[in-house]
């Protein structure tokens, strides 16, 4: 029997390109999307409701999977949103905003559906953090700071879960090709006036230029199928261009002043 896969934030993006790759491998495909009928007729797998932000569309959303399937096997958490602006200029209101989606998200989903799995003793849930969760980067430490989250509770989730025959991993990609900026945020004061307006502006076009020449979103939809594969996955996989997975390794090996400066070279910054 093909697998039954449930893909967050499939409407759009990353989570497009991993919806319509594993359909074409002949997995039976859900995505999710707020508002599912208004992107139903552009893909060929199933979209149906579901909100990361609210409870009580997710249990619905997971019953009509395992009514119409009799299973779930595989969740790939990756609905998320970026955030762009000083650490000073972020309110917490816009912060918890940002934790909700790519962190508390995350544990709500995988809450629902652990029953299910444990119960069955398989399944695996896959979880996408970024290259971005292992450094503060400037004007994005904020977002930085949910993707760390997502790497130490899935790392903990996944030792947990063993004993029960469910799997856990992160995938930590680099930049893709997609439309991410529109569900990035700004701090709103980084827009009204502050100090750090101007080198705001510049890191956003830097890193939409960025954005606009990186990797083919299909790498992320081959990554999610070779981990499923796996009968044994591991812990985290990067998926990237290869100076942007050297970056870990970098950073792993030189002291931290070293890394810091070669992030800030990197950005135009000061490095002093």
């Known amino acids: 029997m093909n697998q039954v896969v449930l893909v967050t934030g499939g409407s759009s993006g990353i989570g497009k390109s991993i919806c319509l790759y594993l359909h074409e491998k002949g997995y039976i495909v859900y995505g999710t999307s707020r508002n599912p009928a208004r992107y ?127 799997h856990a991993c992160v995938v930590d990609p680099g930049d893709f090709a997609t439309n991410i900026s529109d569900n990035r945020k700004v701090a709103h004061a980084g827009r009204s006036g502050s100090v750090y307006m101007e080198e705001i502006n510049r890191i956003e076009a830097m890193i939409n230029a960025e954005v606009a020449h990186s990797s083919d979103p299909l790498l992320m939809g081959k990554a999610i199928e070779k981990i499923i594969r796996s009968s044994n996955p591991d812990i985290n996989y990067l998926v990237g261009k290869p100076m942007q997975k050297l970056s870990i390794l970098v950073r792993r090996l030189v002291p931290k002043k070293w890394f810091e400066k070669i992030i800030a070279s990197h950005y135009n910054m000061p490095v002093k």
């Open 40 to 166: 139903a007729h552009e893909v060929p797998f199933k979209l149906i409701a579901l909100d990361v932000l609210d409870d009580t569309t997710i249990t619905p959303a997971l019953k009509t999977i395992i009514d119409a399937e009799g299973k779930l096997d595989v969740l790939v958490n990756n609905a998320g949103i970026g955030m762009l602006g000083s650490i000073e200029d972020s309110t917490a209101e816009e912060v918890k905003e940002v934790f909700e989606t790519n962190v508390y998200g995350i544990l709500r989903t995988c809450q629902a559906v652990l029953p299910h799995m444990r119960e069955r003793k398989m399944g695996l849930i896959i979880n996408v953090s970024s290259i971005a969760g292992y450094m503060g980067l400037p004007y994005r430490g904020i977002y930085s700071a949910t993707k760390a989250s997502v790497h130490m509770i899935t790392e903990a989730m996944r030792m947990e879960l063993k004993p029960y025959g469910v």
